[in-house]
């Protein structure tokens, strides 16, 4: 049992998430995969987690009614109902890529599960989660069918980070596994370290991008990856896309992406550069663009430079106006969970100001619908994008 500070009790009452290392009366509780009723103190059952170490917390929260056990039928129902409320998604003819599973927006913070047309990718945020694997794995292959299962753990184990990627059962994915989004297609690769090729949470972003802002357009992609924007964009008609990404992996799996998709290699640049450096050269070539996207990593270190979002991001924008044609838009995108949408909408103020350029803002994206937030907790809608157009 774990007593609770009278200040904080009444948040536990009404649904926040995540065991709180400051809300603990008295010795905070050590062994990962515990489950532990939440008290306040005169003894009132609060609710109950599980312990497991992550950046956020000491454990989260998973259910308000002292009397449900944490149990194969606990995870079953939770399943049955995520998948339930994804049920659109499954249907759809032109994605099969989405999140099933949403760690505290769907009940269990600590875990989240991707489909990838058939396979399943499960993310484990941290050892207490990990305890239940067994559990979890049994009332997930009792609620649906697939083709196979992955995992990654990203969490420490011993003094070793991130241990990668697991084949968990059923069949083997290809390499590159193939999938679509919106009639586009992305190969992925399960064996990218943390990442797989395709961040889901931008779908409706690339989808706007290419119905709203490509057509007939010149478009800057920085911090490209595989390339994920720029299809999109070229999809909906751009003239041109650059993408720029320091990883050498990017010119072959942004190459297969232009490939997969019939787009030419010829107005479809790949640029494998540090994107300071990128800045400095368009300056000297006078280029010029409709479109820039900009959605870095929250921290990066490159030989050239150490990138933070909170400190740098003004100086992605400020430096991308220069680049902008009259009444060109830059997407100014960041999943930093620690910077407020408005400390991140000062940044891009900051930014034109600093070049003295008028801006209005023309459209902004939250998670997308399958990314289920848990509302009383503000940092699980990490994502940040917001479309602003010079002049
Ligand atoms: N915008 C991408 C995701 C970016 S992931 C998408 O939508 O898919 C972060 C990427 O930034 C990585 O591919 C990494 O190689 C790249 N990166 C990090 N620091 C960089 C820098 N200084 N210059 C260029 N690329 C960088």
Redesign the pocket.
């Given at each position: 049992m774990i007593v609770i500070k009278r200040k904080f009790k009444q948040n536990y009452k009404t649904g926040f998430p995540i065991l709180l290392k400051e809300a603990i009366l008295g010795k905070v509780p050590t062994t990962e995969g515990d489950i532990v009723q939440l008290v306040d103190d005169a003894d009132n059952y609060l609710c109950t987690a599980y312990v497991g170490y992550q950046n956020k917390g000491l454990g989260w929260v998973l259910t308000y009614d002292s009397e449900e056990k944490i149990n194969y039928t606990f995870f079953y129902k939770a399943f049955q109902r995520s998948i339930e409320l994804r049920q659109k998604f499954y249907n759809s003819t032109k994605t099969n890529a989405f999140r099933i599973f949403n760690g505290e927006g769907d009940g269990i913070g600590g875990l989240t599960i991707d489909y990838f047309d058939g396979y399943y990718m499960f993310n484990w945020y941290n050892k207490g989660i990990y305890q239940f694997k067994d559990k979890i794995m049994d009332a997930f292959m009792n609620v649906t069918s697939f083709k196979g299962i992955y995992e990654k753990r990203r969490f420490e184990e011993g003094d070793k980070a991130l241990q990668g990627d697991a084949y968990v059962c059923g069949e083997e994915a290809p390499t590159p596994l193939v999938i679509m989004e919106n009639g586009n297609y992305y190969a992925l690769d399960f064996n990218d370290g943390g990442m797989v090729g395709?961040?889901l949470d931008?779908r409706d972003v690339r989808n706007c991008i290419q119905k709203k802002y490509a057509s007939g357009k010149s478009v800057l992609n920085m911090?490209?990856?595989?390339g994920?924007?720029s299809i999109a964009a070229a999809v909906g008609g751009a003239n041109r896309t650059v993408s720029?990404?320091?990883?050498k992996r990017?010119l072959e799996w942004t190459q297969e992406n232009l490939y997969l998709n019939d787009l030419s290699l010829m107005s479809n640049e790949i640029i494998i550069t540090?994107?300071?450096d990128y800045f400095d050269a368009a300056y000297k070539a006078d280029a010029r663009f409709d479109l820039i996207v900009l959605?870095?990593?929250s921290h990066?270190k490159?030989k050239?430079?150490i990138?933070s979002v909170e400190k740098d991001y003004v100086e992605l924008i400020n430096k991308s106006v220069r680049l902008l044609n009259k009444e060109g838009v830059i997407v100014a995108s960041t999943n930093h969970s620690g910077l407020s949408r408005e400390k991140f909408m000062q940044q891009i103020e900051e930014g034109f100001k600093a070049e003295k350029a008028s801006y209005k803002v023309l459209e902004e994206f939250r998670l997308p619908e399958d990314f289920r937030v848990n509302k009383k907790f503000e940092g699980s809608n990490y994502l940040k994008v917001i479309f602003v157009q010079k002049g």
């Open positions: 395709l961040f931008q911090f490209s990856y595989t994920g924007f720029v990404d320091v990883a990017s540090d994107v300071f959605d870095p990593p990066s490159t050239k430079k990138f």
